[in-house]
């Protein structure tokens, strides 16, 4: 490191700025100019949650780092970069250690970043920092040709529209399609299931009718929860996100996940979508096996780091292989 006192600062998000072009490094080169349209897209917003930091000695930008928080008291920041001929670590852990500061401060409990494959350098990073790495996310894509021309039949059961306002209620639903779940499971509890379910309404455009809820509709016994269907519309690029589909462990073994999916599939049809996309625990063989029964194909794969930013709580037990924040 230079002699010279490193100056860490917080800046504004300016696209043409050169504290971001240092930190939009981190992503494939092919992936930049589309990150940097949508960040300019974003700008125009009073409130983005972006955090901006810039690292310096004298007049020369050493190090930058971006990071955003988003719904649910989370963040997701994107690994610090080092300028060209810089090679100092503690650069690196220190921006990371401001940006989490900052967050902190905002009320951030859980911090989280999506490495693509290859980028050791930012893992160990990571590592050093207190994160830890519970899952590799694979992203999987469908296209209309996979579509069904008609929504599957849900027999005895009913599929609702979610009701704003019981977060609470379908918070009680996802964590009861949490139990025993293969997707994921060491990131179970990291964050309540309510500050994760404010999370997935900033996803998107969100519409309660793309938010379902499947129950029993017998005459004979009240509602009981079979599971749920989230879906976010992304209208810029004409493409349905599959948030979150679960069914509740009294209810498996009956081909429901599948028919959620079609049901995703179809309503993704109805909306004149080009694709339906998710992301799934690279681990979870029989999901995927699923999805890709379904017409679904992989096509990226990224490892999840997180941190519990609250007190120097360790949010997970020490992992030593590799198993959706939540």
């Known amino acids: 490191m230079s002699s010279l006192p490193l100056r860490i600062e917080l800046e504004p998000l300016a696209t043409d700025s050169s504290t971001l072009a240092l930190a939009m490094q981190c992503w ?47 963040a997701t920041l994107w690994p610090p970069q080092l300028a060209s001929g810089e090679s100092d670590p503690a650069i690196a852990g220190l921006l990371l250690a401001r940006v989490e500061q900052e967050l902190t401060g905002r009320d951030t409990h859980l911090c989280q970043a999506l490495l693509p494959k290859g980028q050791e350098q930012a893992a160990a990073t990571l590592t050093e920092a207190g994160y830890q790495h519970p899952a590799d996310l694979l992203y999987m894509t469908c296209e209309p040709n996979h579509f069904p021309a008609a929504a599957p039949d849900f027999s005895g059961l ?7 306002g019981k977060e609470v209620e379908l918070a009680q639903i996802i964590d009861e399609t949490y139990i025993s779940t293969q997707d994921c499971p060491a990131l179970n509890g990291l964050r309540s299931t309510l ?23 017998s005459p004979h016994s009240p509602p009981r929860a079979a599971g749920c269907l989230l879906l976010a519309r992304h ?12 069914v509740t462990p009294a209810f498996r073994q009956q081909g429901l ?70």
Request: net charge neutral.
């Open 257 to 326: 996940g599948r028919k959620l999916t079609q049901h995703a599939q179809w309503l993704a049809a109805q909306d004149q979508c080009e694709r339906l996309v998710l992301a799934v625990d690279a681990a979870n063989g029989p999901a995927i096996a699923m999805y890709s029964a379904a017409g679904f194909w992989a096509w990226e794969e990224r490892a999840i780091w997180v941190k519990d930013l609250i007190a120097g709580r360790n949010p997970l037990p020490p992992v030593s292989v590799d198993s959706c924040p939540r």
């Open 195 to 217: 500050d994760v379910v404010f999370g997935y309404q900033q996803v998107g455009e969100f519409r309660p009718d793309r938010w379902l809820i499947l129950e029993n509709s």
């Open 158 to 164: 009913l599929l609702r529209s979610f009701q704003p």
């Open 28 to 74: 494939p080169e092919a992936e930049r100019a589309a990150q940097l349209e949508s960040l300019r897209l974003l700008t125009l917003s009073n409130d983005v949650g972006f955090l901006l930091m810039s690292a310096s000695q004298g007049k020369k930008l050493v190090g930058a780092i971006l990071a955003q928080q988003i719904a649910g008291k989370a």
């Open 235 to 246: 209208s810029p690029h004409r493409t349905m996100e599959l948030i979150y589909v679960g």
